[in-house]
Nanobody
Framework: QVQLVESGGGLVQAGGSLRLACAVS????????MGWFRQVPGKEREFVASISRIGGSTYYAHSVKGRFTISRDNAKNTEYLQMNSLKPDDTAVYYC?????????????????WGQGTQVTVSS
């Protein structure tokens, strides 16, 4: 049974920073491509960032490129999302996701496992 547990969400002022973490258990972490998505009420869950199995390739949504950084530590079975220069539009529940396939993906249906989500609120 694969489990993903996010942490690090909270309330921050616009322009501030947060770092999210996603701890993965149940299988060898390095076999998964990892990603981050986010969702606000009434909207579909949207892609934020993805990272390859050993971290050599990363992809970002246009809206976060240059402000967010995805990374992973395979020795700690954890992926991270460093979020800088946060904006009120970044307010959402953030989910980490894992997929068995090859290479990062922006598609929600490409991911096999999901965490429960962590709330990020950016005040203006």
């Amino acid at each position: 049974q694969v489990q993903l547990v996010e942490s690090g969400g909270g309330l921050v002022q616009a322009g501030g920073s947060l770092r999210l973490a996603c701890a993965v258990s149940g299988r060898t972490f390095s076999t998964y491509v990892m990603g981050w998505f986010r969702q606000v009420p009434g909207k579909e869950r949207e892609f934020v960032a993805s990272i390859s199995r050993i971290g050599g390739s990363t992809y970002y949504a246009h809206s976060v490129k240059g402000r967010f950084t995805i990374s992973r530590d395979n020795a700690k079975n954890t992926e991270y999302l460093q979020m800088n220069s946060l904006k009120p539009d970044d307010t959402a529940v953030y989910y980490c996701a894992a997929r068995n396939g090859f290479g990062p993906s922006t598609r929600r249906d490409a991911y096999d496992y999901w965490g429960q989500g962590t709330q990020v609120t950016v005040s203006s």
